[in-house]
């Protein structure tokens, strides 16, 4: 068994070294073979420099250099597509999350495909961090049916091929627990520990819940109806349609029968509109079912562009 550890980096110059430095300290106890990948994302400090000599100092790492700044989510997917481990770990370049939690993890991963931290003792401001985050998981739980408490926390576990064949968009990587259940993984939570951010800043503010708001209902958009488009938009159009119909149905029958004049009622409108409505809405749904079978027949492109990798292989 061995295992890849993947951590993003924007802008972390503060805490490059001392994150290296305690897990190395960490990972040369859990005796197995290991990897780390850093992934700089794009940044524009002196992060890359100070990955670049670790490098050169610790056969055991790999740094992957993004072009520019393509965000956590996409340096996740980079480093998922780089790593070789059996087992991959997923943690933030920040120190919030602790490196000394992994082995516990990793021992879990025995009976698990899939273990979820859980930052119990968040230490992050609560008015526009901690409450977001309360709402948004007890959202994401109700609507993909996966109960965990803390989707947003980056230390997490996967066996390898959990994320394998995994496609990430957006800000899509706190979902893989919802979309991986879905195909029947085996998931556990566990309590991690959390620190206050000491060097650097968050990247991150109130904005982000909007983001993953929306991000969840594309979630679940993909997981009900993404192989059956025209079943969601195809009712909506035929209730839509019917009564178009039956509205000017109605009116067709007052003119020819008792010679009433329509062309000024606003029925007339109603009726017309929700006819155009209820063929668009089928229409819709016709469209939807062609992409998705592009989509899943097309070979789909990566969501970064790697400028090179450094490191062994
Ligand atoms: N990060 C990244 N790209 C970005 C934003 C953040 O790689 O565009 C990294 C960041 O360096 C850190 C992790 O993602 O290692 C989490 O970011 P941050 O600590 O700012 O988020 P927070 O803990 O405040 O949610
Ligand atoms: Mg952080």
């Not at 790492?61 to 072009?67: D, E, M």
């Not at 230490?123 to 803390?150: E, Q």
């Not at 509109?273 to 592009?294: A, D, P, S, T, W």
Request: glycine share 8%.
């Amino acid at each position: 068994m061995t295992v890849s550890v993947v951590i993003p980096l924007y802008n972390e110059e503060e805490n490059v070294r001392e994150l290296h430095a305690r897990l190395k300290a960490v990972l040369d106890t859990i005796g197995t073979e290991y990897e780390v990948l850093f992934i700089d994302d794009g940044s524009t400090d002196s992060t890359l420099a100070l990955l670049q000599d670790i490098q050169a100092q610790d056969s055991r790492t790999i740094v992957l250099s993004l072009r520019r700044n393509f965000g956590q989510t996409a340096a996740f997917a980079a480093g998922f597509d780089y790593s070789r481990g059996d087992i991959i770990v997923t943690m933030d370049g920040d120190l919030q999350n602790d490196p000394n939690d992994i082995p516990k993890i990793i021992a879990m991963m025995k009976d698990n495909d899939l273990v979820s931290g859980w930052r119990k003792k968040r230490k992050d401001p609560f008015l526009s961090r901690r409450l977001p985050s309360i709402m948004a998981n007890w959202l994401i739980s109700k609507v993909t049916g996966v109960n965990l408490h803390d989707y947003g926390c980056s230390l997490k576990a996967y066996k390898r091929d959990v994320i394998k064949n995994l496609k990430l968009y957006g800000e899509m990587h706190r979902f893989i627990p919802a979309v991986a259940s879905w195909y029947g993984v085996r998931i556990a939570e566990v309590e991690t520990t959390h620190h206050p951010r000491l060097r650097g800043k968050s990247k991150y503010g109130i904005s982000r819940t909007v983001k993953v708001v929306l991000d969840l209902i594309t979630v679940k958009f993909l997981q009900s109806f993404s192989t059956k488009p025209l079943q969601f938009f195809g009712p909506i159009g035929i209730v839509s349609g019917m009564m178009g119909l039956v509205i000017s149905l109605y009116l067709a029958m007052g003119k020819l029968l008792l010679g009433r004049e329509i062309g000024g009622r606003p029925l007339l409108l109603l009726g017309a509109l929700l006819i155009i409505v209820g063929i668009q809405f089928i229409g819709m749904g016709l469209l939807g079912e062609m992409m998705v079978r592009v989509y899943h027949e097309t070979q789909k492109k990566p969501i970064y562009v790697i400028k090179k990798v450094i490191g062994p292989g």
